[in-house]
């Protein structure tokens, strides 16, 4: 029997998403998520959840379309600072030293300095409660080769962690317990 | 410029989640999903997408609840097999050594040997194209300590990680960017 410990959004580890957009004047924003991920294979889409009140979720409401790029080790102070400031105030872009550049498939920015970013349209909006999850059609994405991505652990403490060492390969350990 | 790879399901890293539920014979079943992950603080709610194909997208729909346990990295083995196998034709709990433990709060078994667990009660269901992605009210969740989750790291390679070192706090290491 284990210990209850209420309801409470504890689920990890999280990977570190930093969504592109345009808003309704032409400037590139930035936000920091980890709630979201793949959600389909036939199409490929992703999906990210935030509230209502970001200046990330009227632009995507507005354009239909954003970037999901994948920071490594070396932009972790990037990727937090761009989690903690409002897009309401702030040139996120500019204040991070970040590059963006206007994307070819979708109308959103996608971040220069990452190694990996996806290429969104928005197919599918819900609403869950405080958060608006978005679903979108990934248009395409470029290189992926060393990117090193990071993770954020939430629940007691609130730290990012590097990829640790690999423990097993996937489709294969678990190989030994198929019944006889 | 980047390089363009086309439309894939590249994103990661992806937590390794095992989903247990009961068939329509009272039989507990698990899955491994890495596809999901928080999606509201209000209330608390999880995403999953799986395909139609599986047992479990049955279960759900059939007792609307399930749970999504998070195992250790001293199951590795065990979360990989749950991943390959069927529960069309296969106990996995036996399979795996697992146990299962009927939840007080949903009508799902969790598993006893993870270290955490979350009861959840589907609220939304989306048909995104070939998954189907379910969203569940989180309805309590026991102890995390020590969790020690690993990871799913799609792309190049297939293969598990543990959590790296911790490389910065979060919501502290991006302040140093904040403009004067």
Known sequence: MKKSIGPQTLLYPHPVLVIGTYGADGRPNLMTASW???????????????????????????????????PSVSH?????????ASG??????KAAGLTPVRSEKVNAPYVEDFPLSLEC?????TEVGS?????????????IEKV???????????SYHAIGD???EAFSVGQAL???
Chains 1, 2 share one sequence.
Do not use: W
Not at 88 to 93: A, Y
Not at 148 to 158: D, H, K, L, V, W
């Open 36 to 70: 979201g991920g793949i959600c389909c294979s036939k199409p490929p889409c992703v999906a990210v959840s935030m509230r209502k009140a970001t200046l990330t979720h009227s632009n995507i409401r507005a354009n239909r379309a954003f970037t999901v790029n994948i």
């Open 148 to 158: 090193r991505p990071f993770i954020y652990a939430s629940g007691g403490n609130r």
């Open 178 to 180: 198929k019944p006889k």
């Open 131 to 143: 958060h608006t999850q978005f679903i979108l059609d990934d248009k395409g994405q470029p290189l």
């Open 166 to 168: 690999m423990i097993a």
């Open 76 to 84: 972790v102070k990037e990727a937090d600072y761009v989690g903690m």
């Open 88 to 93: 309401h105030d702030t040139d996120k872009f």
């Open 121 to 125: 349209k928005l197919i599918i909006e």
